[in-house]
C-alpha cells in the first residue's frame, strides 16, 4: 500500500468496518456527531452498497450506527461471486434520482462464504466518480498481498479509504487482531 496510509490494530475485522463505515458517514460533514440522526429534517437518507457476498459484519455495522436496514443495499453478483460493477453504478444513479445521499461502497477481497474477490479497480473508478467512500475488506485475503504473484488480486484496493486485513487469519496471530488501514486518521478520530 502506499505511504498515504496510517494504520491502527484493532481486535476485529467487524469493529473495523464499522469505525469505516462511521468515518465515511463523518466525512459527509452533517453534524451527525453533534447533533446525532434522530429527529432532523435536514438530513437525506443515507446509502451504503455492498455485495450480497459480503459479510454480516456490514449488516450490524449498519444496524449499530442507526442507519437502518432500508440505507444497506446489497448489489447482485457475477457467476464467480464477485460484485457486479455496472449493477453498482446502476443502482448509484437509481439511488440517487430516489433522493438517496450515497456515502460508502464496500468491496470485498475475499468472502468468507466463497473466498470471491470483488473486481475492486472498477468499483473504485466508480467510487472516485461518485464521491463515494470506499472501503475494502480484505480481512480474509489481505495477508495474501504480500505475495508477488497474488498482487495482482489486489488491484485497486490501493485507491480504497479505508482497508481492514486481519493477520490472526493467515499470519499466525493471536486471534483476535485486525490492522485498520486508513487515509484520513483525524476523520475515524472524529467519528
Avoid at 465515511?24 to 432532523?40: K, N, S, T
Avoid at 445521499?101 to 461518485?130: E, K, M, N, W, Y
Avoid at 498481498?145 to 499470519?171: C, T, Y
Wanted: a negative charge; glycine letters at 6%; proline letters at 5%.
Amino acid at each position: 500500500l502506499p505511504d498515504t496510509f496510517w494504520s491502527i490494530t484493532y481486535d476485529t475485522a467487524s469493529v473495523t468496518s464499522l469505525h469505516a463505515i462511521a468515518a465515511a458517514r463523518e466525512q459527509l460533514d452533517m453534524g451527525i456527531r453533534q447533533h446525532g440522526m434522530v429527529g432532523r429534517d435536514d438530513l437525506p437518507k443515507l446509502r451504503i452498497y455492498a455485495s450480497q457476498e459480503a459479510h454480516s459484519s456490514i449488516e450490524k455495522a449498519v444496524l449499530t450506527l442507526g442507519l437502518g436496514m432500508d440505507s444497506l443495499r446489497k448489489i447482485g453478483v457475477d457467476d464467480s461471486f464477485r460484485m457486479d460493477p455496472d449493477a453498482l453504478q446502476e443502482a448509484i444513479e437509481q439511488d440517487k434520482a430516489d433522493g438517496w445521499l450515497p456515502f460508502c461502497a464496500v468491496a470485498t477481497i475475499g468472502t468468507t462464504s466463497t473466498t470471491s474477490i470483488d473486481p475492486v479497480q472498477d468499483i473504485a473508478a466508480i467510487c472516485r466518480r461518485q464521491s463515494i467512500w470506499l472501503h475494502v475488506d480484505a480481512a480474509y485475503a489481505g495477508p495474501a498481498a504480500m505475495l508477488p504473484e497474488k498482487r495482482p488480486l489486489f488491484e485497486g484496493w490501493q485507491q480504497a479509504d479505508s482497508i481492514v486485513v486481519n493477520p490472526h487469519k493467515w499470519l499466525f496471530t493471536n486471534f483476535d487482531c485486525s490492522i485498520f488501514y486508513m487515509r484520513s486518521p483525524s476523520i475515524l478520530a472524529s467519528a
